[in-house]
């Protein structure tokens, strides 16, 4: 489609310039992008057809001050109000749509509508952090992210073609595999190695859990850079991969809901994809937080058309960041904090990430929050907030469920507490390891 191509590849030279605007031409950029977001919403999405009032002048103009009347849209009004989130007709050029689903593990399910026009932004931005690092695009990219099915019949994985941009020319030697994101570490050191990984796809944690399984097996592997997603990057993680795999961590906040939010620039600072989306960290109050504050992480996204989210609780927290010496004028982030997960360790040496149980374990147990905690080498403490207090719901059944996803042999003792302070408000199951031993963090 050469239309397409010429768009995104388009989208992406701006994308080279506009890091370098200025924060005003930035946040005007960003300004004209939301208008038209906003003014398809109010007249396309009954959802939005009130609710945008406040913005609005009797002359039609666009009044930022007030941005902060919006109300936020929460996770459960992707439920309760779907069918009037659709938008009835997309601007053109936008689709078709794709309806993606977002894990359940221990919060709500939710389905997105999404854009092409996303997706095209989105490459745009990885594209751009792949520039930032030097990463070679005619080198190998192996996805630890997904399913693969089919990838017995291929050495462990499956090919998804090139992984850089169509039009460039040591893009078309470059390769990107798929592979299934089960696969125990033991299987994946022979996949990377049989597809000449040079680039990895993973999960912070489960790159750090790699290098551990790396080290106690006695495997070596080169991984040039890992391309680390979903969760916050500690620098226990950073300084594992270095010293086992030779990798520097490359952070990516994503989101199904938002696409790609921020990436890591070469100084380690998570720069908004302000192209893309407007990212606010707002306190309990509502109000924007100021650099060092952590506070609930609202998005609303500019080319998700088909189904706007128009100041969005993402459901994660992030801590603001300042200015980066990189140059690039993009605000950053200090931090996010996303899906409630944990690493446990065993004290054989063995690491597991942790970041759900069972979807029936609250009624299971008859609790309004749940904590699992690592307490010690070999303890966990269940510290839950039972709905009722004269009432056991059934310990043993959940116990069980964790000794099934952790070690047989861990010590579980259970906590009833009545003043469970969870970071999340929409999380039922909450994952910390609290053991200060020498392999936890
Ligand atoms: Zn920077």
Redesign the pocket.
């Known amino acids: 489609m050469p239309e397409a191509y010429g768009l995104q590849r388009q989208f992406f030279e701006m994308l080279l310039d506009s890091q370098w605007w200025s924060t005003e031409a930035l946040r005007d950029y960003q300004r004209s992008q939301l208008s038209q977001l906003l003014r398809h919403a109010r007249a396309n999405v009954p959802f939005y057809e009130r609710r945008l009032d406040a913005l609005f002048r009797a002359n039609g103009d666009i009044d930022w001050d007030k941005w902060g009347e919006v109300p936020i849209v929460k996770r459960q009004d992707m439920i309760d109000h779907r069918q009037a989130m659709q938008a009835r007709e997309l601007p053109n050029g936008h689709g078709p749509t794709a309806v993606f689903k977002t894990s359940g593990s221990t919060g709500l399910a939710i389905e997105i509508t999404s854009t092409a026009i996303a997706a095209v932004a989105d490459r745009g931005f990885r594209w751009r952090v792949h520039k930032w690092h030097d990463l070679d695009w005619s080198k190998t990219l192996i996805s630890r992210l997904g399913y693969a099915s089919h990838s017995e019949w291929f050495g462990g994985a499956e090919a998804l073609g090139i992984w850089g941009p169509t039009w460039d020319s040591s893009a078309k030697q470059g390769a990107a595999w798929m592979m299934d994101r089960e696969r125990p570490n033991e299987d994946v050191f022979g996949v990377l190695r049989r597809h000449h990984c040079t680039y990895l796809n993973s999960g912070a944690l489960s790159s750090h859990v790699m290098a551990r399984d790396s080290v106690r097996l006695g495997v070596e592997l080169r991984i040039e850079a890992i391309l680390t997603q979903g969760n916050l990057v500690r620098q226990a993680d950073r300084d594992i991969c270095r010293q086992v795999f030779g990798a520097r961590l490359i952070e990516h906040y994503s989101s199904k809901e938002g696409g790609q939010l921020a990436h890591g620039?070469?100084?380690?600072?998570l720069?908004l994809n302000v192209e893309g989306s407007l990212l606010e960290v707002l306190d309990h109050e509502g109000n924007p937080c100021h650099p060092g504050q952590t506070g609930r992480v609202v998005i609303t996204p500019v080319f998700q058309t088909a189904q706007p989210l128009i100041r969005y609780e993402q459901g994660d927290l992030a801590t603001v960041g300042s200015p980066?010496?990189?140059?690039?004028t993009a605000p950053?982030l200090d931090g996010v904090i996303g899906r409630s997960i944990s690493l446990f360790v065993h004290p054989t040496g063995r690491a597991k990430v942790l970041s759900i149980l069972p979807d029936d374990t609250p009624e299971t147990l008859q609790s309004v929050h749940l904590q699992v905690a690592q307490v010690g080498p070999n303890a966990y403490e269940l510290r839950y907030q039972p709905i009722d207090w004269t009432r056991f719901g059934d310990e043993n059944t959940v116990a069980d469920h964790l000794r099934d996803l952790l070690w047989d042999d861990i010590e579980i003792r259970f906590v009833r507490r009545r003043d469970l302070a969870l970071a999340r408000a929409d999380k039922l199951i909450e994952f910390v390891n609290e053991w200060s031993g020498p392999v936890a963090n």
């Open positions: 620039c070469p100084l380690g600072k720069h980066c010496a990189c140059g690039r950053t």
